[in-house]
């Protein structure tokens, strides 16, 4: 423990160097106006190799819209003493647009240290996670100590935008994971690293088009008012919240929300009766119910909608994940949780969460995943900070989690 915390502690420059490095490439999807993470990855895998790192693997997406015609991940792999499972710990490359950049103190793709932190676009979202666990594993490397169990990095693209070219596309074309595998994803947290995710609401968003007869304002009878309709089916779709009711405390909160968000305008005058209203849900249901059986509900919905207005309604489904959870008593659970005690002297809980992460691909595949690290929760937001400390002590947690019984 205290060989591992007095090397960690010692490669402090080492990391914001690298923090330099990375942030200093935008690696923006093409939906966002970028040109992907080629240029990031081979910077990434250049400083691996010049570190010590020998065994690393490229695989990419093909991609026509970027320059580089590709969409590439790494994997790192430090053999172990046993390979009966394998750790894993998967950060991104990728990184969001800056947003508006007067809101920014320093230049996004510069990052400044400032008070024991480091800013800059990419820096906690997901540079700290890859930093943190490169460093983890350098440990091994630089000392020429063999782990447990061997190490996996896993370095993803597009997890930002779907990770259609990323997660999604390796689990459908390679066969890197056994299903005996432990996967750590540092890419949420909390301020204390306290809190394991190991579950996610199942998400379903619908766009809801409704259609009826459009007619003057002062003559509602000779139409059929698709606002009127529409907005009577958002509020009975909102009530599905006292359908699907039951709770559960790994998450906040507790229950199964049905929430509409946007709508798009309809009519351009005020003394029109719409014939048309387009407007949107945002649903996160626990994972107690199956999305089947929600959206089978939805269409009862509709129906009763247009049978009660003379309306007809359509949907479709922009974004849909169903995952089941990571059991509490899963092997990558415990040792985490052992190694955040043994590192920080902290009972780690376990939570679920309403949004998504790249985890629930893999617990699709009935692989243990957890999300974890210590994070100020700056994501995407301008002046994104990582604190310095955190990246190091995620550092040392994982070195720990790395050799753990």
Known sequence: MEKIKSFLNNQKSQMIELQQILTAIPAISPENGGIGESEKCAALEKWLKENGFSDIQKFSAPDSRVPSKERPSLVVTIPGQKDDYRIWVMAHMDVVPTGELSLWETEPFAMVEKDGKLFGRGVEDNQQGLV??????????????????????????DEECGSEYGIVYLMKNFDLFKKTDCVVIPDGGDPKGETIEIAEKNLLW???????????????????????????????????????????????????????????KNVDSI???????????????????????????????????????????EYTIPQKSESPATSQDAQIVKKLSQAI???????????????????????????????????EDMAHQPNEYCVIQNMIDDAITLAVLFNEE
């Open 271 to 313: 003394n029109i009766i719409p014939g048309d209203d387009v407007f949107c849900m945002d649903c996160r249901i626990l994972p107690c119910y199956s999305l089947k059986e929600v959206i089978a509900k939805v269409e009862e919905v509709c129906k009763e909608i247009e049978k009660d207005y003379g309306v007809k309604v």
């Open 132 to 157: 943190s666990s490169v460093f983890a594993s350098l440990y091994y490397v630089k000392n020429n100590i063999t782990p447990l169990h061997t190490i996996k990095l896993l370095f993803v693209a």
């Open 341 to 375: 005690y043994k590192t920080r002297g902290i009972n780690a809980k376990t939570i679920g969460i309403g949004g998504g992460t790249v985890g629930a691909e893999l617990r699709r595949e009935g692989i243990e995943a957890a999300v974890w690290s210590t994070l």
């Open 206 to 264: 619908l766009k809801l088009h409704v259609m009826g007869k459009q007619t003057h304002g002062s003559r509602p009878d000779s139409g059929n008012n698709a606002c009127l309709a529409a907005n009577d089916l958002s509020l009975r779709l909102n009530k599905l919240e006292s359908y699907f009711n039951k709770k559960d405390d790994l998450f906040q909160p507790n229950y199964s929300t049905f929430q509409p968000t946007l709508r798009q």
